[in-house]
C-alpha cells in the first residue's frame, strides 16, 4: 500500500506498535527500542506529516490514522506517546481484533480541561502555540519541546535530546503541526473508555507538565481492565530518561495479555 506512511520493523518476538507524539517521529523512541527490540518485533510509525512521512496523504486523524497503520502492522498492542494517545485508544477502542492490548504513555484521551475533566491543559495554550506557528515556526516548536522538558529530574538532557530529534528527520509539516494542534486542543475520546474491550496500561510521569498525572489516573479509572503506573522523577517523556522503568513497565503488561 503506498500510502507514504513510513514504519520502522526492528527486533524480533511478540509484535508492538509504537506511535509518537506532535512535532516528533518515531526516531524518538530509539532508546526505548533498544531495551525492547530483543523480546519484540517493533513496528513504529512516523504519522502522518511528521518525519519520513511528511508525505503521506493519509489525514491526521485519529480514524484515519488507525486505518492506515492496521493496514500494515500485524495484530498487536499498540503503544501511543501523547498525540499518539489518541491515535492507540481509538484503535483499540474500534479494532479490539486487531489491537489486542493498549498502552498510554503520558496520554489522554482529553487534552484540555472541560465540562467533568478538571486536570486537563488550558486550550488557549494550544491556541497561543498555533498563532506562534505562523509567526515563528522553530520558536514555537522549541517553546513546546521545552515545556516537555519541563520537570523531568534531567530536564537538560532530555531537551537536549527532543531538540536533537525533532528535526532529525526533515522539517515536519507546518499545516500538519497546526492540524495536530487543533486535535490536541479538540479530540475527546473519553466516551470510548467504559467500553474498551482491551487491557490497558496507562503510564503517567509525575512531574509532567503536559498530561497532568491525575487525569491518566482519571481515564485509567474509566477503563475496564486497565492498570496504571508513574514514573516518579519522569516528565512529559519519561522513556527517554527512564527506558528501562518504561521498557519493564510495557513488557510486564505484554506478558499478560491473553495469547
Partial sequence: ??????IEETGAGSPLVLLHGWAMHGGVFSLLAERLRER???YIVDLPGHGRSRDSAVPLDPGACAAAIAARVPRAPWCGWSLGGLVALHAA???PDAVPGLAMVCASPRFVRG?????GMSPEIFRDFASGLRADYRGTLDRFIALEAFGSDDARGELRTLRAE???RGEPAAHV????LELLETADLRDELPALAVPSLWIAGRRDRLVDPRA???AADAAPGASFAVIEHGGHAPFLTHADEVATRLDAFMQELPA
Wanted: glycine share 12%; aromatic share 14%.
Fill in 1 to 6: 500500500m503506498n500510502d507514504g506512511l513510513y
Fill in 40 to 42: 519484540h518485533r517493533l
Fill in 93 to 95: 477502542a474500534t479494532r
Fill in 115 to 119: 465540562d467533568g475533566w478538571k486536570y
Fill in 166 to 168: 525533532v528535526f532529525s
Fill in 177 to 180: 503541526l497546526a492540524d495536530g
Fill in 216 to 218: 491518566m489516573r482519571s
